[in-house]
């Protein structure tokens, strides 16, 4: 993860007016799912090519269903294009492997509703969940609230999300990280990255015409890097697809397993 450090002089971009600031990867576990890294983390990202100053902004968490219940603040910090700022969230009871080295470990947490919360950092659900990156500590209730710089709802269970759909569920080894720089769709935008890097495709590179999966996915589709839908399965159940009329590049594989909402990138050749 990139450091940065605020240079005197330069003219910063006010990341509410410009908001090229987006959350970029999202790790949640318990004790319980398994998980093997000792923290929860956030990773936020410029995506934008001018350098970006953040005041007074905050990462709200939500459950998969319901109204933000909490948030912590961000300290003041600078980012320039392509640079990102990983945050350590809570402690995860059991898990193995350290974070690499945080810009920002998460401390005290809030409630909205004024209750005490006694956590350190936020508890991130490894299901299903909500999390926003406001511009304010003033509370969000969904993507569109006008503090909001970025928004993104996961697992199948979401209740709010950008887009047509909620991004994946991280695993106990995998967190879910943006691989297209869009802001406007969680499910094609954010994929499964990690160790468990075979995803639900056999083989992200494409080279017979055809997508093979390691399972039955449902309601198969190929996105673009537009974000527009290239390709459907012409059954409701799948182990593969034929993508032979289809031009070289890369593209978002998305589908269901077990009402789990999935997506790969993969690339022809």
Do not use: C, W
């Amino acid at each position: 993860m990139k450091k940065t450090f605020t240079i005197v002089g330069l003219i910063l971009i006010n990341a509410f007016s410009d908001a090229q600031i987006v959350i970029n990867e999202i790790y949640g576990g318990n004790e319980n799912s398994g998980a093997v890294l000792k923290n929860n983390y956030i990773v936020l990202k410029n995506i934008g090519t001018s350098l970006v100053s953040l005041t007074g902004a905050s990462i709200q968490y939500a459950p998969a269903i319901g109204a933000f219940s909490q948030y912590h603040t961000l300290p003041d910090f600078t980012l320039g294009p392509d640079e990102s700022y990983l945050i350590q969230e809570a402690a995860i009871a059991g898990g193995t492997e350290d974070l690499p080295k945080p810009d920002f470990i998460a401390t005290t947490i809030t409630n909205f509703d004024g209750s005490l919360n006694k956590s350190v950092g936020l508890k991130i659900s490894n299901v299903s969940g909500k999390i926003a990156l406001a511009g304010s500590i003033v509370q969000v209730s969904g993507p569109t609230s006008s503090n909001v710089l970025d928004f993104v709802g996961y697992g199948s269970n979401a209740d709010q999300f950008k887009g047509d759909g909620p991004a994946p569920s991280p695993t106990t080894t995998t967190a879910i990280k943006r691989t297209l720089n869009g802001s406007s769709d969680n499910m094609t935008d954010f994929s499964l990255e990690g160790n468990a890097k075979s995803g639900f495709v056999q083989n992200p590179f494409i080279k017979d015409g055809k997508i093979v999966f390691g399972t039955e996915v449902k309601d198969a589709k190929v996105y673009d890097t537009f974000r527009q839908v290239v390709k459907k399965s012409p059954t409701k159940f799948a182990i593969a697809m034929d993508i032979t009329d289809l031009p070289k590049g890369t593209y978002i594989v998305t589908g269901t397993i077990n009402n789990v909402p999935i997506s790969q990138k993969i690339v022809k050749d």
